[in-house]
């Protein structure tokens, strides 16, 4: 993307008046998306993000700056800018010391994240048909679905990472995702059901997708939660099912052990490494290193190698997710966890596929087990505050269970707690792992990630409900 000869001299000027570490972020991105309402076209774009970002460090502190405008020039401009923010005692003039010849350390990439069709290579027209088959399939499971709104997304992003301290790193990453989404109304009520397979692979992740099948449950669904009475609330055992699920753990507590939280004191779970945060039956894992997973890349953005992250091991907290900013101020190194949208973001830790690993129990015996309580089958959005853990989920499917047996669907449920909280009080986790596709949003905007988990039941949660 860049020649070695210009990256010198833009890394030059970036330290001319007192950094100590430079970096240059180059994306050339394809994308494409589709949307479709009511099995109608409503968006079709393609296009090409392209720019460079630059990243300066002062001890503690960043500057952070982008162009689109990649000559020789520009770049120029754009560092001795960037560098001119720079105070310190050496900001007294030119103080880089010129390096011609500075020697890169090519990182050895080993792709494990195969593509056999690329998404560019199938025609609009194909896409265009898998949404109508969803839409149908939609339409067609009950007379009650009203509305569909079906997506297709695709991108193949190449980039390079080069830093003064010799890494030139290049990768490609291709991913896709289908959304569906149907809504089902009554005279006073509307309830949505949604779901969003995607994958780090080419097309032929789309040509493996049962699409009538996703089209058929996202209307069940919302039809399902339709006709559901409201749920009743307070203090209750909640069984949580696999899949997204995990989106409590994500939002509860991954977040709290990002670096992004934790450098600044801003987590419940800072200075607690080494001790129990979590029930012992409890293992979580963050693990970007999983084969065509959506959250998964070869490298991180910021060159490094991703690994799989034991965060807690046996309810002991062993690891936060840390970037390279983040890890100067905590002394510890990068876990390969430096990630951003694309190049108009500066880089900070977040999570790439997250996950409560399997326990001993299975699904049967949970729920037998269960007297009374809540089976949250699917969970919806919510909102977390990371200095405390506190959050409240919406429920996007759920039952109560009576007797050991699920029973009655509920809607309107929804869980208030804290992750800290709720990690001590999981007093069963299942064997069926299965993890989920979404989209993170952050200072470093908006990353693919899985969420997963087993099911899992927490023995006392608070539940809102409306009835």
């Given at each position: ?5 210009i990256v010198n001299?833009?890394?030059?000027e970036?330290?001319a008046?007192?950094?100590d570490?430079a970096?240059?972020f ?8 589709i949307?479709?309402?009511n099995g ?16 300066i ?7 952070y700056?982008?162009?689109n405008?990649t000559?020789?020039?520009?770049l120029i401009k ?5 560098g001119a923010?720079?105070?310190n005692k050496?900001n007294?003039g030119d103080?880089r ?11 050895e ?8 069709i ?12 898998m ?10 499971y009950?007379?009650s679905?009203?509305?569909t ?20 790193a290049?990768?490609?990453r291709?991913?896709?995702?289908m ?8 005279e ?14 080419g ?7 049962d ?5 058929r449950?996202?209307a ?20 949580i ?5 995990g989106?409590?753990f994500?939002?509860?507590?991954g ?9 600044k004191g801003?987590?419940v779970?800072c200075?607690?490494l080494?001790?129990?945060?979590a ?5 979580a894992?963050?693990d970007g290193t ?6 998964s890349?070869?490298?991180?953005d910021?060159?490094?190698?991703t ?30 966890s430096?990630r951003?949208e ?31 309580g ?5 969970m919806?959005?919510?909102?977390v ?6 959050f ?8 109560i269970?009576r007797?050991g ?8 449920a929804?869980?208030?707690g804290k992750?800290s ?10 064997n069926?792992?299965a993890?989920s596709?979404?989209?993170c ?9 899985d969420?997963?988990?087993?099911m ?12």
């Amino acid at each position: 993307m860049l020649n070695q000869s210009i990256v010198n001299e833009v890394l030059d000027e970036a330290l001319a008046k007192g950094g100590d570490f430079a970096e240059l972020f180059v994306e050339n991105n394809r994308k494409e998306s589709i949307v479709m309402r009511n099995g109608v076209i409503e968006d079709s774009v393609s296009g090409i993000d392209y720019g460079c970002g630059l990243r300066i460090f002062d001890g503690f502190n960043c500057v952070y700056a982008y162009t689109n405008d990649t000559s020789k020039e520009s770049l120029i401009k754009l560092a001795k800018d960037a560098g001119a923010v720079i105070k310190n005692k050496k900001n007294t003039g030119d103080t880089r010391e010129i390096i011609i010849n500075r020697v890169y350390e090519g990182k050895e990439i080993n792709n494990i994240h195969k593509v056999e069709i690329q998404p560019f290579d199938i025609i609009k027209k194909e896409k265009a048909e898998m949404l109508r088959i969803a839409h149908n399939a939609s339409k067609e499971y009950d007379k009650s679905v009203t509305q569909t709104i079906n997506g297709f997304m695709s991108g193949a992003q190449n980039i390079l990472v080069v830093n003064s301290d010799g890494l030139w790193a290049e990768d490609t990453r291709v991913r896709g995702r289908m959304t569906a989404q149907a809504v089902a109304s009554s005279e006073t009520e509307k309830q949505v059901g949604y779901l969003g397979p995607g994958s780090l692979s080419g097309f032929e992740y789309f040509k493996n997708l049962d699409i009538k099948a996703l089209g058929r449950e996202a209307a069940r669904i919302a039809v399902t939660m339709l006709k559901a009475e409201l749920c009743p609330s307070g203090l209750m055992p909640v069984i949580i099912d696999n899949g997204f699920g995990g989106v409590i753990f994500h939002e509860a507590c991954g977040h709290s052990l990002e670096a992004t939280s934790v450098a600044k004191g801003g987590s419940v779970f800072c200075g607690k490494l080494g001790e129990q945060i979590a029930a012992p039956r409890v293992t979580a894992v963050d693990d970007g290193t999983i084969p065509n997973a959506w959250g998964s890349c070869n490298i991180d953005d910021e060159g490094n190698i991703t690994q799989k992250n034991i965060l807690i091991e046996n309810g002991v907290l062993k690891s936060y997710l840390v970037d390279r900013l983040n890890g100067r101020k905590m002394k510890m190194r990068p876990t390969g966890s430096g990630r951003r949208e694309s190049y108009k973001y500066a880089p900070t830790s977040r999570m790439t596929n997250t996950f409560i690993a399997n326990g001993s129990s299975s699904p049967e015996d949970i729920i037998a087990n269960t007297e009374y309580g809540l089976y949250a089958k699917k969970m919806g959005g919510g909102s977390v505050e990371p200095a405390t853990g506190e959050f409240n989920f919406a429920v996007l499917e759920g039952y109560i269970v009576r007797n050991g047996k699920i029973a009655e669907p509920v809607r309107g449920a929804t869980l208030i707690g804290k992750g800290s909280e709720v990690l001590m009080n999981i007093d069963m986790v299942g064997n069926n792992l299965a993890r989920s596709q979404g989209m993170c949003g952050s200072s470093s905007g908006s990353v693919p990630t899985d969420v997963g988990q087993p099911m899992i039941r927490v023995k006392e949660i608070t539940v809102g409900g409306r009835k």
